[in-house]
């Protein structure tokens, strides 16, 4: 007997299946006439995707700038995994980690190369910082909780160090197996193409889409060398909305030239969540469809795509034996403007409106869907 069973559940492809839950593992999907403890029937009427996966948010409470509650911007908008980038380093990411066991969500860290973390902006301005051996011992303690490393390469973070950081973060990452390295570009020095030149296969290039200086499209809106030359060594893109790293006019470009993303994340943290431009994931990802990707398209960004790039090998997926995980969901005729971080708006027919999750096989009721729906899990 299985412990839940979705019955009609609509897929990203528009096909309707029943899905079935088990000792906190998919059981099975297609028509399944066995019984279950709870059967939920949606009736074909909401989506299911594997569980949503943002791949770049700020979740340490005790961060001074940065910083939210792990549920608040997870389990409670339907994304049941949430990746925190670098606001911890290896002084506090014990702390981090014993916090974290207490939240809904399922939480991962990128350790910040910094041993201080996101105590302030400029966590990369003191080489002394950075430190190689209190990094792997990190690692040693935790190895199923950090997922890799984060790099903030940006001026007013690097100070007068320009590559340097980067440098010792891609001999870090050789040291400790090669785990995924996600680089944030923001304002140069150092400049883009000295960033992209260094990154190798797996690595992970997040606020992908910015409109500051150092963007990916050149002047003459055409995609960096250096950058393409970059993907095609397996370097992966991922979106980081945060405050002010999403321009729809890059995007757009950078879309309808194929340079898609490989990862839609929020960089959410309290202040952007509540007084926007990032709101949610949902809120994120109704935006790259409004520019034109389809939604299955989307959804792969914060499933399959998610869990691959961050090496989740039990996530991301709706099929047997994976985490039984999963995000309901509508897709919401509501005409909305929405805006970006250069503060630019863009029509939206269509908005995604999470309404349930199921974490490790147990059903939540998200924010926005408590008022539509009332599941029975
Ligand atoms: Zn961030």
Known sequence: MFD?????ARLVDDTVRDIALKDGKIAAVGDIDDLARKTVDLRGECYVSAGWIDSHVHCYP???IYHDEPDSIGIATGV????DAGSTGADDIDDFYSLTREAVTDV?????ISRVGLIAQNELANMANIDGEAVNQAIKRHPDFIVGLKARMSSSVVGENGITPLVRAKAMQQENGGLPLMVHIGN????????AERLTAGDIITHCYNGKPNRILTPGGELRASVTRAIQRGVRLDVGHGTASLSFAVARRAISAGILPH???SDIYCRNRINGPVYSLANVMSKFLAIGMSLPQVIECVTANAADGLNLKTKGR???GFDADLTLFTLQRQPTVLVDAENDSLQAEELLVPLAAVRAGKGYMTEQGSAKYAFDF
Do not use: E, F, G
């Open 318 to 320: 709706l099929a047997p």
């Open 263 to 265: 990862t839609i994340s």
């Open 108 to 112: 991962y860290a990128l350790l910040n």
């Open 188 to 195: 140069n020095p150092p400049d883009l193409d000295d960033i």
């Open 4 to 8: 839940l069973l979705l019955r009609q």
């Open 80 to 83: 049941t995994t949430v990746i």
């Open 62 to 64: 005790k961060s001074p």
